[in-house]
């Protein structure tokens, strides 16, 4: 098969793989997307990121529509208020800051970031607070 189809495929394979997540947990672009970028395409962090925001658009208009047209689940006012402060946090501060630190700098970060969210998502850090607070009253008895 030639090579530009076989690339195709992967983008496409990818794609669907991120799209199935976004739709499903809300998440994608930065999640699994730039990751992918990084690991199976070589970018570098600056370039995923905001190849990955580019890729969004699309996945995110068509999630949308699909969870509001079919299943009313939209809070329309939450959005409206995030989406305000999501342009402004990426033109004031998230594309600035993509493109001045590090490439390594970018990757670790965005590493502790997932790894922090993925112990607050399964609930870690709430076991933890409760195991230390029966070792407190334990010890105060």
Known sequence: MPA???SFLKYIGVGVAVGTAS???GIGGGALMVPALIFLW???PNIAVATSLAVIIPGSIAG???HHFSYGA???RVAAGLMVGTVVGTMAFGAPLANYLPA???KKAFGVFLVITGLRL???FEFIS???GGLVRLING
């Open 130 to 132: 409760a195991q230390a």
């Open 4 to 6: 530009v189809i076989v």
């Open 122 to 124: 399964i609930g870690a």
């Open 42 to 44: 070589h970018k570098e």
């Open 74 to 76: 939209v809070d329309w």
């Open 64 to 66: 949308v529509l699909r």
């Open 104 to 106: 390594e700098t970018l």
């Open 23 to 25: 739709g499903l947990f």
